[in-house]
């Protein structure tokens, strides 16, 4: 199975999602900035 992940990179946060080679969402996650990130 190949996945791909992307980031999305913001002043305060990343969206991050996890996709499969048919582009089909399998995750996502908002993320705050810095160490509890």
Known sequence: ???F???DW???HH???VCD???RRL???RLPEG???
Request: charged residues 35%; hydrophobic residues 45%; glycine residues 14%.
């Open 1 to 3: 199975m190949v996945l």
């Open 5 to 7: 992940v992307g980031d």
């Open 10 to 12: 913001a002043e305060d």
């Open 15 to 17: 969206d991050v999602e």
């Open 21 to 23: 080679e048919t582009g």
């Open 27 to 29: 995750a996502k996650a």
């Open 35 to 37: 160490m509890t990130g």
